[in-house]
């Protein structure tokens, strides 16, 4: 498989314990290029997943806390993860520019910072009951276009959003990254389609633009977690040879 596209597989490690993350790091490896490392698992085991990733697999991590709070605050643990060595992190948008902005200028050591605009959990009416206008609770693309925007102003390399808006921030922003979750193959069994709202398939997702997709339940839960892998490694190949021009 190409390194390539295998370097744009992001699998969450979305486990209670360091020991479990490690059999699906062993069982991925050569297959998934990041590693998600998120609030369960970094809760529970700290700075030890972050180095059992670059043990077993040599693999990107893709450190995933969603930081959101004071500029000072963020910008400090920015900095301890450029320390622990993660490519990757995310901060939330709804922190504010200036902590993104600051989030944006702490980070050291080659360390890649993400704005999460809307999660892929959230619809419409999620969006107005926590107090966005109907404008923006309407129309979700604008909602995540407006902070795709905020952003890109703040200097961070690139986003968080959804399969259904990462055209429209791709138009508007093309040399912002994005990360797209809730990438669910066509072939997929329904009953995996969990709790995520604003789905697509990897095909779909890059078509439109996804720079890097975020798959977990659909390997997870598979008998043949490494079968399933290989699939979407297929299709997306795929799609970025269409998207590019083969």
Same mark, same amino acid.
């Given at each position: 498989m190409?390194?390539? %596209?295998?370097?744009?597989? %992001?699998?969450?490690?979305?486990?209670?314990?360091?020991?479990e993350a490690r059999r699906w790091v062993r069982r991925l490896k050569g297959l998934v290029g990041v590693f998600k490392v998120?609030?369960?698992?970094?809760? /529970?085991?700290?700075? /030890? /997943?972050v180095e059992m990733v670059?043990?077993?697999?040599? &693999?990107?991590?893709?450190?995933?806390?969603?930081?959101?709070? #004071?500029?000072?605050? %963020?910008?400090?643990?920015?900095?301890?993860?450029?320390?622990?060595?993660?490519?990757?992190?995310?901060?939330?948008?709804?922190?504010?520019?200036?902590?993104?902005?600051? &989030?944006? =200028?702490? /980070?050291?050591?080659?360390?890649r910072i993400f704005a999460v605009t809307i999660l892929t959990s959230l619809s419409r009416a999620d969006l107005m009951e926590v107090g966005y206008s109907p404008e923006l609770s309407r129309d979700i693309g604008e909602a995540a276009l407006r902070l795709a925007g905020l952003a890109y102003r703040c200097g961070v390399h690139g986003v968080v959003c959804s399969a259904k808006e990462v055209a429209r921030v791709k138009e508007a922003y093309p040399h912002l990254l994005t990360v797209v979750p809730g990438v669910r193959p066509d072939w997929l069994d329904e009953h995996l389609a969990d709790d995520q709202k604003r789905i697509a398939s990897p095909r779909e997702a890059i078509s439109a633009g996804a720079d890097y997709l975020v798959?977990?339940?659909? #390997?997870?839960?598979? !008998?043949? !977690?490494?079968?399933?892998?290989? =699939? #979407?490694?297929?299709e997306m190949a795929e799609a970025f040879a269409e998207r590019y021009g083969g």
């Amino acid at each position: 498989m190409d390194a390539r %596209v295998v370097s744009r597989l %992001v699998f969450p490690l979305d486990v209670p314990d360091l020991s479990e993350a490690r059999r699906w790091v062993r069982r991925l490896k050569g297959l998934v290029g990041v590693f998600k490392v998120g609030l369960e698992l970094f809760v /529970a085991e700290g700075p /030890a /997943a972050v180095e059992m990733v670059r043990e077993e697999a040599g &693999a990107e991590v893709f450190l995933d806390l969603k930081l959101n709070d #004071i500029p000072a605050t %963020v910008a400090a643990a920015v900095r301890s993860a450029s320390r622990l060595g993660a490519d990757m992190l995310t901060v939330h948008m709804l922190a504010g520019r200036w902590a993104v902005r600051e &989030a944006a =200028r702490a /980070a050291e050591g080659g360390l890649r910072i993400f704005a999460v605009t809307i999660l892929t959990s959230l619809s419409r009416a999620d969006l107005m009951e926590v107090g966005y206008s109907p404008e923006l609770s309407r129309d979700i693309g604008e909602a995540a276009l407006r902070l795709a925007g905020l952003a890109y102003r703040c200097g961070v390399h690139g986003v968080v959003c959804s399969a259904k808006e990462v055209a429209r921030v791709k138009e508007a922003y093309p040399h912002l990254l994005t990360v797209v979750p809730g990438v669910r193959p066509d072939w997929l069994d329904e009953h995996l389609a969990d709790d995520q709202k604003r789905i697509a398939s990897p095909r779909e997702a890059i078509s439109a633009g996804a720079d890097y997709l975020v798959v977990g339940r659909p #390997i997870r839960e598979s !008998p043949d !977690p490494r079968g399933v892998a290989e =699939r #979407i490694l297929s299709e997306m190949a795929e799609a970025f040879a269409e998207r590019y021009g083969g």
